[in-house]
């Protein structure tokens, strides 16, 4: 069965940090682009940072500079370093993996993060 689990969420004040993890399951980890993509109430779910297999990296302009995506392909895991937490960045974040060619695209549960003062 594929499973993208996730872990890390929480609540914490304006300019702290959390560390998102997403662990993989049921698919062969090291060729998927891994993403994390936000959800705030009331708005669209959008990008927040992509990995391809090899470790380059994209990131939306509101997170640039802040956060920092990574993978560890041995532990089929990713992960979302969140640094300097702005209110704005509260949402539910959710993993995602995608192999496009084969029309292939996976979603963790979601974590909820919380910046609030």
């Known amino acids: 069965q594929v499973q993208l689990v996730e872990s890390g969420g929480g609540l914490v004040q304006p300019g702290e940090s959390l560390r998102l993890s997403c662990a993989a399951s049921?698919?062969?980890?090291?060729?998927?682009?891994m993403g994390w993509y936000r959800q705030a109430p009331g708005k669209q779910r959008e990008p927040v940072a992509t990995i391809t297999s090899g470790g380059s990296t994209n990131y939306s302009d509101s997170v640039k500079g802040r956060f920092t995506i990574s993978r560890d392909n041995a532990k089929k895991t990713v992960y979302l370093q969140m640094n300097s937490l702005k209110p704005e960045d509260t949402a539910v974040y959710y993993c995602n993996a995608l192999k496009a060619q084969w029309g292939v695209n996976f979603w963790g549960q979601g974590t909820q993060v919380t910046v609030s003062s």
């Open positions: 049921g698919i062969s980890f090291s060729i998927y682009v």
